[in-house]
């Protein structure tokens, strides 16, 4: 298992800067607002961060008065979330469900929101929920014998999937047509995301740049 993951780690090094730098060089206005089909959310993510910690402060951020220090009552509630799931095991033992519940997982889940679309959410839930609830308790043998190699596989298919999408279909200017699914007229699955304070969406300028 180590000789596997060291080698995956080390081939995904490579092919994640090749592929970084080839994108990078062939994209026109990549990681720009140019070119809503290539965000780049990790590196704004990232950018955004540093300017936070880094040139912004903390302190003008989360400080007292300050727009965002409400946030810092995240670390209240996360610290009294574990706390009352077990009470809840302890004043009802035989309610076997409740072990299940585990608030540092699926606080943690939330970390990586700003950069994944909240619409990943639902359908990972659906996938865990079936292959892990309902495979597992139904066909335990199954489940011990390709739950991991069928997790692997699914993890592998997107990756292939989307290099043959992006070589075969989008470096020949061939694109999918547009639907929520590949983020709607706005690029970003998110409607409202061009609109201005009070919802209203721009009329004298196309939602996506289609030059």
Same mark, same amino acid.
Request: hydrophobic letters at 45%; one cysteine or more.
């Given at each position: 298992?180590?000789? +596997?993951?060291?080698?995956? +780690?080390i081939?995904?090094?490579?092919?994640? *800067?090749?592929?970084?730098?080839?994108?990078?060089?062939?994209?026109?206005?990549?990681?720009?607002?140019?070119? &809503?089909?290539?965000?780049?959310?990790?590196?704004?993510t990232?950018?955004?961060?540093?300017?936070?910690?880094?040139? =912004?402060?903390?302190?003008?951020?989360?400080?007292?008065?300050?727009?965002?220090?409400?946030?810092? *009552?995240?670390?209240? =509630?996360?610290?009294?979330?574990?706390?009352? @799931?077990?009470?809840?095991?302890?004043?009802?033992?035989? +309610?076997?469900?409740?072990?299940?519940?585990?608030?540092?997982?699926?606080? #943690?889940?939330?970390?990586?929101? $700003?950069?994944?679309? %909240?619409?990943? *959410? %639902?359908?990972?839930?659906?996938?865990?929920?079936?292959?892990?609830?309902?495979?597992?308790?139904?066909?335990? #043998?199954w489940?011990?014998?390709?739950?991991?190699?069928?997790?692997?596989?699914?993890? @592998?298919?997107?990756?292939?999937?989307?290099?043959?999408?992006?070589?075969?279909?989008?470096?020949?200017?061939i694109?999918?047509?547009?639907?929520?699914?590949?983020?709607?007229? +706005?690029?970003?699955?998110?409607p409202?995301?061009?609109?201005? *304070?009070?919802?209203?969406? &721009?009329?004298?300028? $196309?939602?996506?740049?289609?030059?």
């Amino acid at each position: 298992m180590f000789i +596997t993951q060291l080698i995956g +780690t080390i081939v995904a090094g490579i092919i994640n *800067y090749v592929t970084a730098n080839y994108l990078m060089n062939t994209i026109p206005n990549i990681c720009t607002q140019g070119n &809503p089909r290539w965000t780049c959310p990790n590196a704004n993510t990232f950018y955004s961060a540093s300017i936070i910690w880094g040139a =912004i402060g903390p302190i003008k951020m989360f400080g007292k008065g300050a727009t965002y220090s409400s946030l810092l *009552y995240g670390f209240l =509630i996360g610290g009294i979330l574990p706390i009352f @799931s077990w009470i809840l095991v302890k004043t009802f033992p035989k +309610t076997k469900w409740l072990e299940y519940i585990h608030f540092p997982i699926m606080l #943690a889940a939330t970390a990586i929101m $700003p950069p994944a679309p %909240p619409g990943n *959410y %639902p359908s990972w839930l659906l996938a865990g929920f079936i292959f892990n609830f309902i495979i597992a308790r139904y066909a335990r #043998a199954w489940w011990k014998r390709y739950a991991y190699v069928f997790s692997a596989a699914m993890d @592998s298919g997107v990756a292939f999937g989307a290099i043959i999408i992006f070589f075969v279909l989008q470096n020949n200017n061939i694109e999918f047509p547009t639907w929520w699914g590949t983020g709607g007229n +706005t690029g970003d699955g998110c409607p409202l995301s061009h609109a201005n *304070y009070y919802g209203i969406m &721009p009329t004298n300028r $196309p939602i996506i740049n289609t030059n």
